[in-house]
T-cell receptor, first 111, second 116 residues
């Protein structure tokens, strides 16, 4: 069935360094790829998304890239700060009701 | 409270109990979702309702029974659960899943369920 693989499961970086999280999807019909951030004890919230007609999107310190041929998409966080520490989920959607989530990456930013 | 609210926030129940989780969205959205979040596992979609009609049932056991009386309210009725059903149950809503400009899902704070 459809699935989204996400790596790594845990990532620890020094404050100021960059963090990269990678995902692979299986359904070639997927056309929408959101990223959600879930801080400890809080609800997941959308931080950035990308659609299949775009290869890259940037919003301040975060950026997403999409390679449709390889079915890969990635989240890049530059100049990480302690408040970036959270669990990040990638997801894919074929344009309907079903969003498939990755297993999550727990990011630790050490001050 | 604005956005998506869920009650109760914590629930402990025995395997023979019957309980219900409630979700309410104040965003004017048309679609509502139930997800199960277990440790170290992806968010698992359970049910989707669009305009009060169930559109997805992701092979969820019958001991979980959803109800959507209107576009703003969603319930998850629980009965004869198993310990492995212990998890965080998240409700979410979105404006219109079939409208490409409004796929974003807004999540509630979740109900932490423990089955003893």
């Amino acid at each position: 069935g459809e699935n989204v693989e996400q790596h790594p499961s845990t990532l620890s970086v020094q404050e100021g360094d960059s963090a990269v999280i990678k995902c692979t999807y299986s359904d070639s019909a997927s056309n929408y790829f959101p990223w959600y951030k879930q801080e400890l004890g809080k609800r997941p919230q959308l931080i950035i998304d990308i659609r299949s007609n775009v290869g890259e999107k940037k919003d301040q310190r975060i950026a997403v890239t999409l390679n449709k041929t390889a079915k890969h998409f990635s989240l890049h966080i530059t100049e990480t700060q302690p408040e970036d520490s959270a669990v990040y989920f990638c997801a894919s959607n074929t344009g309907g009701f079903k969003t498939i989530f990755g297993a999550g990456t727990r990011l630790f930013v050490k001050a | 409270e604005t956005g998506v609210t869920q009650t109760p926030r914590h629930l402990v129940m025995g395997m023979t109990n019957k309980k219900s989780l409630k979700c309410e969205q104040h965003l004017g959205h048309n679609a509502m979702y139930w997800y199960k979040q277990s440790a170290k596992k992806p968010l698992e979609l359970m049910f989707v309702y669009n305009f009060k009609e169930q559109t997805e049932n992701n092979s969820v056991p019958s001991r979980f029974s959803p109800e959507c009386p209107n576009s703003s309210h969603l319930f998850l009725h629980l009965h004869t659960l198993q310990p492995e059903d212990s998890a965080l149950y998240l409700c979410a809503s979105s404006q219109d899943p079939l409208d490409a400009t409004s796929y974003e899902q807004y999540f509630g704070p979740g109900t932490r369920l423990t089955v003893t």
